[in-house]
């Protein structure tokens, strides 16, 4: 069966532009989370989807946002770029909370803000 | 939280067998322990996940021991292509947001 699908693998933005990344989890799955990793930080947990709403957020500011539709398709957003956005940005889709089975990760989306 | 602590890094020839060893104190009663594998750009692998005792699949076995509170992934007969970082997780799974990444281990194997 197919994995989990991010889009665009590669992106270049402008300082203060807007970007919006797109995760289509594995088919069945109805819980996306969404991580950023960057070298000095690592993997750091920037919020979790199930069935449409946001069950968890992360400590990012509200330039991060989220949402997931009710195909599962999940998309985030970062508004106001900033040079410190540069990352690999990572989504995670599971069968849903406590329905086990682990999470299964996409190859990211490189973000590079210039 | 349960938090975890691994070697920063680890260095192996082909052929040899892997073992890194996670650390985790205060894992919960419900937490499974979870390792992943992550090549540069791209995303995490599951590579194998228990609770007690032993488990093992076709890459790898998980060795826990009866307190729980250290685990130790095997990889047999390495090769080239296990270079990466591995990951060692302790969580209930009930959330994502309780799943934590610590720094990994980045194990390197040499010819």
């Known amino acids: 069966k197919a994995g989990v699908t991010q889009t665009p693998r590669y992106l270049i933005k402008t300082r203060g532009q807007q970007v919006t990344l797109s995760c289509s989890p594995i088919?069945?799955?109805?819980?996306v989370s969404w991580y950023q990793q960057t070298p000095g930080q690592g993997l750091q947990f920037l919020f979790e989807y199930f069935s449409e709403t946001q069950r968890n957020k992360g400590n990012f500011p509200g330039r991060f946002s989220g949402r997931q539709f009710s195909n599962s398709r999940s998309e985030m957003n970062v508004s106001t770029l900033e040079l410190g956005d540069s990352a690999l940005y990572l989504c995670?889709?599971?069968?849903?909370?406590?329905?086990?089975?682990?999470?299964?990760f996409g190859s990211g989306t490189r973000l590079t803000v210039v | 939280l349960a938090k975890t602590t691994q070697p920063i890094s680890m260095d192996s020839y082909e052929g040899q067998e892997v073992n890194i060893t996670c650390s985790h104190n205060?894992?919960?009663?419900?937490?499974?322990i979870t390792w992943y594998q992550q090549f540069p750009s791209q995303g995490p692998r599951f590579i194998i996940q228990g609770y007690k005792t032993k488990v093992t699949n076709e890459v790898a076995s998980l060795f826990i021991p009866a307190d729980r509170k250290s685990s130790t992934l095997s990889l047999p007969r390495v090769s080239l292509s296990d270079t990466a970082v591995y990951y060692c997780?302790?969580?209930?799974?009930?959330?994502?947001?309780?799943?934590?990444f610590g720094s990994g281990t980045r194990l390197s194997i040499r010819p």
């Open positions: 205060n894992i919960a009663t419900n937490d499974y």
């Open positions: 995670a889709s599971s069968l849903g909370p406590d329905r086990g089975g682990g999470y299964t």
């Open positions: 088919s069945g799955h109805r819980s």
């Open positions: 997780l302790v969580g209930d799974y009930s959330s994502a947001s309780k799943i934590i």
